[in-house]
């Protein structure tokens, strides 16, 4: 199994400034996801972060937006860029160790934007 | 794109009895997870199914995936307090992807 922590937990932001949430992982995994979920939402995938590349984006997200880094293959971080009160969520990241492995999250992050 | 419903979207029982939720695909399955959470807290994982007709147990929940009804169905016996929560079933997108879509999530409450 995998264990996984983000930080921070939480956080309040003002609009317009930004926000990096790390993620880091217990144990060497083959890929990393970013989830969002919204209020009273079910969560919705962002993007895949691949180590040592520019992540994949789903469609609705990108690059500017949501930056992503993977420098190895335990951490990742997710920048959420000019924060508007439409950005607050709780955000996860997740993992698994190899294709049809178990797929471990994160506690998330919960964000807040005023 | 692949879409999962679950029902019921919210259910109250008594301590004590037993209760179902459903989880059905709109595609072919390609295996299927469930999650459990707590209010604005990640995810915990439950149990992962992968073949046609497979069960699993872990203390009292059971997991069954119907490959054939494009569905599944997590049970709980005797329920308790520690089992409220949301339950969310996740599925890989396609064959070979390890990325998610999930369902909405089934909102569990159990009166001591």
């Known amino acids: 199994s995998a264990v996984i922590s983000q930080k921070p937990s939480r956080d309040i932001c003002q609009r317009g400034t930004s926000l990096t949430i790390q993620c880091q992982v217990d144990?060497?995994?083959?890929?990393m996801f970013w989830y969002r979920q919204q209020p009273g939402q079910s969560l919705t995938l962002i993007a895949t972060a691949n180590q040592g590349s520019e992540a994949t984006y789903e469609s609705g997200f990108v690059i500017d937006k949501f930056p992503i880094s993977r420098p190895n293959l335990t951490f990742s971080t997710l920048t959420v860029s000019n924060m508007s009160p439409e950005d607050s969520s709780i955000y996860l990241c997740?993992?698994?160790?190899?294709?049809?492995?178990?797929?471990?999250f994160g506690p998330g992050t919960r964000l807040l934007v005023l | 794109s692949q879409e999962l419903e679950q029902s019921p979207q919210s259910l109250i029982v008594q301590e004590g009895k037993n209760l179902t939720i459903n989880c059905t695909s709109s595609?072919?399955?390609?295996?299927l997870y469930w999650y459990k959470q707590k209010y604005g807290e990640g995810l915990i994982f439950l149990m992962m199914l992968q073949k046609g007709g497979e069960e699993k147990s872990h203390e009292k929940i059971t997991a069954k995936l119907d490959e054939k009804k494009q569905q599944s169905s997590l049970h709980i016996t005797a329920s308790q307090p520690s089992h409220a929560g949301i339950y969310l079933c996740?599925?890989?997108?396609?064959?070979?992807?390890?990325?998610?879509?999930f369902g909405s999530g089934t909102q569990l409450t159990v009166l001591p």
């Open positions: 996740g599925a890989p997108i396609s064959g070979s992807a390890r990325q998610l879509t």
């Open positions: 595609k072919t399955l390609y295996g």
């Open positions: 144990s060497q995994v083959t890929m």
């Open positions: 997740s993992a698994s160790l190899a294709v049809g492995e178990t797929q471990y």
